[in-house]
């Protein structure tokens, strides 16, 4: 068993998606996740429904969309191209402050960090809003039943993914690493049993 933990463990520090339908691949990993909380599990059992579209589906979405992210990016690197004095070739090789690469930094946002297993009609990553935008329009939410703060906090998701209207890019990427961090620590002790399922 120590062998099968230590290979579990070693995937579960590991396994990363580059391309954003891939993220389903975190399934498995997001099940377990919202079920390692009393309040996270509680938050994550909320049928979350919008508008007349009241058939839900339980899925692996983004919480700052793919959408919303490239537009940031492509921006960063529109900006890093102004009065740039290297060659066409180095042009198009410009990546936004904070990422080697242009590819690692569309890629960043299909994290773990930056996704949620949740029962809901609408899908945030097709979308150029925010997960407020989405979430605002919950009965729960609208009514009070629960309150933004609960949900955020259940789900371990800061104010800056959940609404990253007028942040840096860099403070984006930060939230999504630091919360990737903490979810994947999380699933490890899962796996070492020091951590329990409370579902």
Same mark, same amino acid.
């Given at each position: 068993?120590?062998? /099968?933990?230590?290979?579990?463990?070693?995937?579960?520090?590991?396994?990363? /998606?580059?391309?954003?339908?891939?993220?389903?691949? @975190?399934?498995? @990993? %997001?099940?377990?996740?919202?079920?390692?909380? %009393?309040?996270?599990?509680?938050?994550? +059992?909320?049928?979350?429904? +919008?508008?007349?579209?009241?058939?839900?589906?339980?899925?692996?979405?983004?919480?700052?969309?793919?959408?919303?992210?490239?537009? &940031? /990016?492509?921006?960063?690197?529109?900006?890093?191209?102004?009065?740039?004095?290297?060659?066409? &070739?180095?042009?198009?090789?410009?990546?936004?402050?904070?990422?080697?690469?242009?590819?690692?930094?569309?890629?960043?946002?299909?994290?773990?960090?930056?996704?949620?297993?949740?029962?809901?009609?609408?899908? /945030?990553?097709?979308?150029?809003? +925010?997960?407020?935008?989405?979430?605002?329009?919950?009965?729960?939410?609208?009514?009070?039943?629960?309150?933004?703060?609960?949900?955020?906090?259940?789900?371990?998701?800061?104010?800056?993914?959940?609404?990253?209207?007028?942040?840096? %890019?860099?403070?984006?990427?930060?939230?999504?690493?630091?919360?990737?961090?903490?979810?994947?620590?999380?699933?490890?002790?899962?796996?070492?049993? +020091?951590?329990?399922?409370?579902?």
């Amino acid at each position: 068993m120590s062998r /099968v933990a230590t290979r579990a463990a070693d995937q579960v520090s590991n396994f990363v /998606v580059r391309n954003r339908k891939q993220v389903h691949g @975190y399934y498995d @990993y %997001l099940w377990v996740w919202h079920r390692l909380e %009393l309040a996270r599990w509680e938050c994550s +059992t909320i049928q979350m429904r +919008t508008g007349r579209k009241r058939v839900g589906k339980l899925e692996v979405d983004h919480t700052v969309a793919d959408a919303y992210w490239s537009r &940031l /990016v492509t921006q960063e690197i529109h900006a890093a191209g102004r009065g740039f004095a290297g060659s066409d &070739l180095e042009r198009l090789l410009l990546a936004p402050k904070g990422f080697e690469t242009q590819q690692e930094a569309y890629a960043l946002i299909n994290s773990l960090g930056n996704c949620t297993l949740l029962d809901k009609s609408f899908n /945030v990553s097709k979308s150029d809003g +925010t997960m407020w935008a989405f979430l605002k329009e919950v009965r729960e939410i609208k009514q009070g039943e629960v309150t933004r703060s609960d949900w955020q906090c259940a789900l371990a998701l800061p104010d800056i993914l959940v609404d990253p209207d007028g942040a840096a %890019l860099t403070d984006i990427k930060a939230a999504i690493l630091l919360r990737d961090s903490q979810m994947r620590k999380e699933l490890g002790e899962f796996i070492l049993g +020091t951590r329990h399922r409370v579902d």
